[in-house]
């Protein structure tokens, strides 16, 4: 199993932007896909983007197309997920996520605890 960390959540104003980072324990996290989901509370949990295990697929939700990018380094056992133009509507509790295959992370097998992204208007 892979555990995973989030962190570089907090609050921003409408417009700006944050890096989120995953970091995964575990030899093998560059055999897996690596997405990122969303929560706001009392919704259900949204996806948000994927990358394959080797950088080389993204896919986005069309809702952040062209202001967030994901991107890893399996050197270093991180996802990343770069977020620009940040909106309101982009408040969420954001989570990492593995998964063995793109096709297949929204059942993915490990998530981690979430960090908090407030944007203000």
């Known amino acids: 199993q892979v555990q995973l960390v989030e962190s570089g959540g907090g609050l921003v104003q409408a417009g700006g932007s944050l890096r989120l980072s995953c970091a995964a324990s575990?030899?093998?996290?560059?055999?897996?896909?690596m997405g990122w989901f969303r929560q706001v509370s009392g919704k259900e949990r949204e996806f948000v983007a994927v990358?394959?295990?080797?950088?080389?697929?993204?896919l986005y939700a069309d809702s952040v197309k062209g202001r967030f990018t994901i991107s890893r380094d399996n050197a270093k056992n991180t996802v990343y997920l770069q977020m620009n133009s940040l909106k309101p509507e982009d408040t969420a509790v954001y989570y990492c996520a593995a998964s063995s295959r793109i096709a297949t992370i929204r059942e993915a097998f490990s998530w981690g605890q979430g960090t908090q992204v407030t944007v203000s208007s």
């Open positions: 575990g030899r093998t996290f560059s055999s897996y896909a």
């Open positions: 990358i394959s295990w080797s950088g080389g697929d993204t």
